[in-house]
């Protein structure tokens, strides 16, 4: 379980994924964790976090996509934020794409997963990590 840190900000690496799928699994390289192999459209990534109480968050994802442009879907308390991960110079060259605010109800337990949005057109992308800016 991942709690805000002491900026209130969340910070979704990937050692505390929970992993779902055959291929999905955390790698490093080049002195830092990301989830890597995601060649399958079924896999799929999970964090369990503990909100303090209600809040609304801004949700930034740090990837990279070396072969092609793919879409992906975060979903969190209800909200499904969808976004297309560009193409990157390749694995390592990680960009942070912002893809909105999630308000959270309140104080407890949330999961919050990311998947590919279409499986026939799901290409591989890294995910070096997810952050949670609390706005309000």
Same mark, same amino acid.
């Given at each position: 379980?991942?709690?805000?840190?002491?900026?209130?900000?969340? @910070? /979704?690496e990937?050692?505390?994924?929970? @992993?779902?799928?055959?291929?999905?699994?955390? %790698? !490093?390289?080049?002195?830092? %964790?990301?989830? $890597?192999a995601?060649?399958?459209?079924?896999?799929?990534? &999970?964090?369990?976090? =503990?909100?303090?109480?209600?809040?609304t968050? !801004?949700?930034?994802?740090?990837?990279? &996509? $070396?072969?092609?442009?793919? !879409?992906?879907?975060v !979903? /969190?308390?209800?909200?499904? *934020?969808?976004?297309? &991960?560009? =193409?990157?110079?390749? +694995?390592y &060259?990680?960009?942070?794409?912002? *893809?909105?605010?999630? %308000?959270?109800?309140? $104080?407890?337990? @949330?999961e @919050?997963? #990311?998947?590919?949005?279409?499986?026939?057109? +799901?290409?591989?992308?890294?995910?070096?990590?997810?952050? /949670?800016?609390? #706005?309000?």
């Amino acid at each position: 379980t991942v709690r805000p840190g002491a900026d209130r900000a969340v @910070l /979704l690496e990937p050692a505390t994924a929970h @992993l779902h799928g055959s291929q999905l699994r955390v %790698e !490093e390289a080049h002195g830092h %964790e990301y989830l $890597a192999a995601w060649d399958k459209p079924s896999d799929w990534a &999970a964090w369990t976090i =503990k909100f303090p109480a209600r809040a609304t968050y !801004e949700v930034n994802v740090t990837y990279s &996509a $070396a072969y092609r442009d793919t !879409e992906f879907v975060v !979903e /969190l308390a209800g909200r499904k *934020l969808t976004a297309t &991960a560009h =193409k990157t110079a390749d +694995w390592y &060259a990680y960009t942070t794409l912002k *893809l909105g605010r999630v %308000e959270i109800a309140g $104080a407890g337990n @949330l999961e @919050l997963t #990311v998947r590919p949005a279409n499986a026939a057109k +799901w290409s591989a992308m890294n995910i070096r990590s997810i952050k /949670l800016t609390k #706005v309000k």
